[in-house]
């Protein structure tokens, strides 16, 4: 793989005034070209760094980490979820997915049900859609919002950049307490999809995973893409990026997500934690006591 950054560049988003999400194509490579076993020899590869970067993370206990997956159905979420991150340790990790609503999350802000699985210092949390819901599938779907039980008088044409707002300011919020942000979007095309959903369709094995709410939201495409660009137009920051991934191809996709994680926390400067001299001349002494046991 060229230099990790110079690859990722193109891809991640710090400044949204300047995103326009036409201008990302689901099938570019970035001139990086890759077979499947090439793939997964990369992946292998970057999960060895992973895993010895996740202990310095655990036993460091300052830092946390939260990776936000979010794209269209069968753009491959679960899957670079399930490659990148299988050789992790798993008491370090916690996958959260946010399905819709209960009564009782629907109770409080909209902020509250991913609140409550942030993941603790030293520990990986994934959220498997999140937040981000409240401004993509509810802003697509505005009834939804009438579901939500909020004061009439709060229900304005602003509450899409209210809320946006109130995400970024959040993020900024989770940065300046230690919790490193990193934000995917999937970026599979329409023709992709279909392929994809006829795919689940065609093979008995995967009729399990299809559903047919997928097809119907397919006729909001548009609505979808510009509410997606809306929302990483207004949340892309340095402390919390966006990584718009190609995802027409899915072993590129896990790759580039692979190497996003490692890039960032690299940044994040972990190392195992030094004991000071009185505690390593008290380890010396309980080491020759255990030699002579």
Not at 68 to 87: E, R, T, Y
Not at 154 to 160: H, P, Q, Y
Request: a neutral charge; one cysteine or more; aromatic letters at 10%.
């Amino acid at each position: 793989m060229p230099d990790i950054d110079a690859f990722l560049a193109p891809f991640r988003i710090t400044d949204g005034s300047k995103f326009r999400l036409s201008k990302h194509d689901p099938r570019d490579t970035n001139g990086f070209d890759i077979s499947k076993a090439a793939a997964k020899a990369k992946l292998d590869e970057g999960i060895s760094h992973m895993r010895e970067m996740q202990e310095k993370l655990f036993a460091q206990n300052e830092w946390s980490i939260l990776l936000i997956f979010q794209a269209m159905d069968a753009a491959g979420k679960d899957g670079a979820i399930k490659h990148v991150m299988s050789g992790i340790n798993p008491q370090g990790c916690q996958v959260h997915p946010f399905k819709a609503p209960s009564d009782e999350e629907l109770d409080h802000d909209f902020l509250w049900r991913t609140t409550c699985r942030l993941p603790e210092r030293g520990r990986i949390g994934i959220f498997n859609r999140s937040y981000y819901e409240e401004v993509l599938v509810v802003r697509v779907h505005p009834e939804i919002l009438a579901r939500q039980r909020l004061p009439m008088r709060l229900v304005t044409g602003s509450i899409w950049d209210e809320r946006l707002k109130d995400i970024c300011l959040f993020e900024d919020y989770l940065s300046r307490n230690g919790t490193k942000v990193l934000k995917f979007f999937l970026n599979v095309s329409k023709e992709e999809q279909k392929k994809r959903l006829i795919a689940r369709i065609d093979d008995p094995s995967k009729n399990w995973k299809f559903d047919v709410k997928d097809v119907d939201e397919r006729q909001h495409w548009d609505a979808y893409m510009q509410a997606y660009e809306a929302a990483i137009r207004a949340t892309a920051t340095e402390q919390a990026p966006w990584y718009v991934v190609p995802a027409d191809d899915k072993w590129f996709t896990r790759v580039t997500v692979m190497a996003a994680i490692i890039s960032e926390m690299r940044k994040l400067d972990l190392a195992f934690p030094l004991v000071s001299a009185a505690t390593r001349e008290k380890l010396a002494g309980i080491r020759k006591a255990l030699e002579n046991d």
